[in-house]
């Protein structure tokens, strides 16, 4: 219980984006190389932050 409790945190959080990237990558792209732990949280930071766009 306590594992399924702790995945659940981990998945809200975000805390497992890369796990899901391999596991999503391996699937929809054999073969391809997959990214680094480094090279996907930056290009993710890259894809958060720039063009963001404020009003104020």
Known sequence: M???IWR???QVSGDDA???YLA???AAH???P???RP???RREQERKWNGVRRCC
């Open 39 to 41: 090279e996907f949280f």
């Open 8 to 10: 659940f945190i981990r």
């Open 2 to 4: 306590l594992h399924k």
């Open 30 to 32: 054999p073969g391809e």
């Open 34 to 36: 997959s990214l680094s």
């Open 18 to 20: 890369y796990e899901r």
């Open 24 to 26: 999503h990558h391996a």
